[in-house]
């Protein structure tokens, strides 16, 4: 065994550098092999990012619970019932899933909690509908909100996709955010008039649409130019 000669720390075998101050190692005595064992253990990262989820979910979900508990205390005592406070109660639920489930991820996929975020606002406009009534919640709340998520989700999956060309992530997310303006306002028509009628999501769609074409043709050029000067090697 060998020791630092800045900060003192025992090294092994398999280390060139110092683990803990970064400093090269020297010692004409012992050579260096990259198949000894590790004098310290390789997932300590690992651990400590689990640690530190863990904690914040916790302090997450006590900081969470205090409102929530003494917003139905409040009510409970003041109305004898669960009234008004089903409402904000719902709202801090659904805060407590947004903030804490994804901390009990070791690997984030944003794909995943943005689909599990739909269903959970979906479910949180849900309860505001057994508490308020009416008839927005299947015509106009649900639609918009499932599409928002299908639109979030198929953006964030072809942005984190490795094996796409770059101009072709773009022109997909141009088309994904042109084909969502023109469903919504269908949507809030439909919910408002009864009718289809396109206006403002038409100047958006256009737009929408000559960016992925513009995209498309800087991205061709862009290819041509590196074939180019591929074939004459420079």
Known sequence: MSYCVNCGVELGASE???????????????????????????????????????????????????????ILLVDLVQDGALTWSLIPASAIALAFMLAVFPCLFSKPRVWFFILMGTLEIALFLFVLLMILGGSWYYLFALPITFLTGAALTGGCLIITARKVWLPLKVIIVFLILMVYVIVLQMLIEIYLRGC??????????VSCGLLSLAALIVGRLVQRNENFRKQMFF
């Open 16 to 70: 060139k550098h110092c683990p803990l101050c970064g400093v090269e190692v020297i010692n004409p005595a012992v050579r260096f092999d990259a198949g000894a064992e590790k004098p310290f253990p390789m997932d300590i990262e690992k651990v400590r990012h689990k640690l530190v989820r863990i904690a914040a979910a916790r302090i997450l979900g006590v900081l969470l619970a205090i409102p929530f508990i003494s």
């Open 196 to 205: 289809i009628k396109l206006d403002w999501s038409l100047y958006a769609g």
